[in-house]
């Protein structure tokens, strides 16, 4: 028993001073393969800026010339990984891995569906023309700028610098609402008049004042609508175009016509209620009002 417990020993000695060996023998290799690695990755970061930047003057849209940018630095990654596994004298390994590319790439196509998904919605987004980067967008219930299209994800910048990131999967099941695509956008602006209110007058000066600070081009005039008999004031809602791209250019918008129509309004007497709760008592309660007469308790 002892005897035989030394014998493994000793062959276990044996493997590990071959595997020393071993790497002390192919350590130059090694050496070489993490240099080769590490040079391919570096290269790989200036081919990708040199092909993102001669692609874009070829390429309008910057979704695709980032796309090629990334496809050939992972091409250098790749070559770079192929010399390694050379100089490793790993060429063997290599056939063995590129024979079962076939079998594995089903097996992992099938366990990452869902990354491959976004890959390929990636690839789609970036060709689509109607969507580039810079333009706000609104889906999903996000609102934003978009800063990047990646492979894996859609970046948006909302108006509070926050950073959304979305699977690009998502991204193409979903509608998506691009403000950038026109030049102008209509907005609406909503408000309520008193009753005593003359309202074809209010009508005229409403017009008026939006025109005043925004000019309506030719088939584009402020249209007035009045909505509703509320508790304290009589509603309309006025709709007219501005010059406008992102959610920041609206909200400016709406609030130059507010102003606008809040100084009209002052300047013409036009009363803008607030809500008005008045409580009325039947009986007048006061000190004075007790009877006289009325008895009173003493201990």
């Not at 490793?88 to 590129?98: A, C, I, V």
């Not at 097996?107 to 976004?118: D, E, F």
């Not at 979305?166 to 509608?175: A, D, F, W």
């Not at 008193?194 to 074809?200: C, D, H, P, R």
């Amino acid at each position: 028993m002892k005897q035989s417990i030394e014998t493994s020993f000793l062959e276990i000695i044996d493997k590990l001073k071959g595997w020393l060996g071993a790497f002390i023998e192919n350590l130059p290799n090694l050496l070489v393969a993490i240099i080769v690695m590490v040079i391919s990755f570096y290269i790989s970061r200036k081919v990708s800026k040199w092909i993102t930047k001669l692609a874009s003057k070829k390429i309008p849209q910057e979704s695709i010339t980032k796309l090629i940018g990334r496809i050939s630095a992972t091409v250098v990654v790749l070559i770079g990984l192929f010399l390694a596994l050379g100089a490793l004298d790993l060429s063997k390994t290599l056939n063995t891995l590129l024979a079962g590319a076939g079998i594995s790439g089903l097996v992992i196509g099938l366990a990452l569906q869902g990354t491959l998904s976004n890959l390929l919605s990636g690839v789609i987004l970036s060709f689509r023309k109607k969507v580039q980067i810079g333009n706000w967008v609104k889906t999903t219930g996000y609102e934003g700028e978009i800063v990047d299209i990646s492979l894996n994800s859609f970046i948006l910048k909302e108006a509070d610098n926050s950073m959304v990131i979305i699977p690009n999967k998502t991204i193409i099941e979903n509608p998506l609402k691009n403000f950038s695509l026109t030049k102008t956008m209509r907005i609406t602006v909503e408000c309520g008049v008193g009753y005593e209110s003359n309202l074809e007058e209010v009508e005229k000066i409403t017009k008026k004042a939006i025109e005043g600070v925004y000019h309506q081009n030719e088939g584009t005039d402020v249209e007035f609508y009045y909505t509703s008999f509320a508790d304290s004031s009589i509603n309309f809602k006025c709709r007219f175009w501005v010059d406008s791209k992102d959610a920041k250019n609206r909200l400016e918008a709406k609030s130059v016509a507010i102003m606008a129509i809040k100084k009209a309004f002052n300047t013409n007497d036009i009363n803008i209620p607030f809500p008005i709760r008045t409580l009325e008592f039947s009986n007048k309660l006061g000190v004075n009002s007790f009877n006289k007469e009325s008895p009173v308790f003493q201990n």
